[in-house]
């Protein structure tokens, strides 16, 4: 079967460090993908990893352990607007570019 | 440079009428994808396009729905006698057809059957 999972919900504060975790079981693997969400408007595209280890991209970085099915996004320098929902995807095996989503971890920054 | 398109944004019918929800993908992507979102729920992906091809339709349930992305024009998913449990945001997202194939979404269009 295909399972992902995040937490619902998380709080931090404005300039602080948060961590996003996900796991995932999924017949096939070919990426893993995160996207922001704000509500009532569309994915954006965060990061990609395919390959174990971090990516770093500005204030966000993912990680990726394929051997552990697990990945999370650090967001750095936390700003209000970064209050959203944060989708983790993965890509599946095989001649398909589906994503798999997880149901999103709605993230609030507070002052 | 565009982004993916959609249209409409919002869409109202009543039980048992059409609807047709339009996608334009961005400019130099040849794949699309169908996605549905119900209300505190994640992304379902529904279907999987390129030009006049259904590549993947695993996720489109089996009576009333259809997907085609013509050779011209946008994409289209078709919603037959539309029930109240079709309500929800459909997003249209578009890749290229090579490297990481990294999905661009649409702005989404909310359907509500009343």
């Known amino acids: 079967g295909q399972n992902i999972d995040q937490p619902t919900e998380m709080t931090a504060t404005e300039g602080a460090i948060v961590q996003i975790n996900c796991t995932y079981q999924?017949?096939?693997?070919?990426?893993l993908f995160w996207y922001q969400q704000h509500a009532g408007e569309a994915p954006t595209f965060l990061s990609y990893n395919v390959l174990d280890g971090l990516e770093e991209k500005g204030r966000f970085s993912s990680f990726l352990s394929r051997s552990k099915g697990y990945s999370y996004l650090l967001l750095k320098e936390l700003q209000m607007k970064d209050s959203a929902s944060y989708l983790c995807a993965v890509r599946g095996g095989g001649a398909t570019n589906k994503l798999i989503f997880g149901t999103g971890t709605l993230l609030a920054v507070q002052p | 440079n565009a982004g993916v398109m959609q249209n409409p944004r919002h869409l109202v019918r009543r039980r048992g009428q059409e609807a047709r929800l339009r996608c334009s993908p961005m400019k130099g992507h040849s794949h699309v994808y169908w996605y549905r979102q119900l209300p505190e729920e994640g992304l379902k992906f529904m279907v999987y396009l390129q030009k006049e091809n259904i590549i993947d339709e695993s996720g489109m349930p089996k009576e009333r729905f259809s997907a085609e992305f013509p050779k011209e024009g946008p994409s289209i998913l078709r919603i037959q006698q539309v029930v109240r449990g079709d309500s929800a945001a459909y997003f249209c997202?578009?890749?290229?057809?090579?490297?990481?194939?990294?999905?661009?979404f649409g702005p989404g269009t909310r359907l509500t059957v009343t």
């Open positions: 999924t017949s096939g693997f070919n990426g």
């Open positions: 997202a578009s890749s290229t057809g090579t490297g990481v194939h990294e999905q661009y």
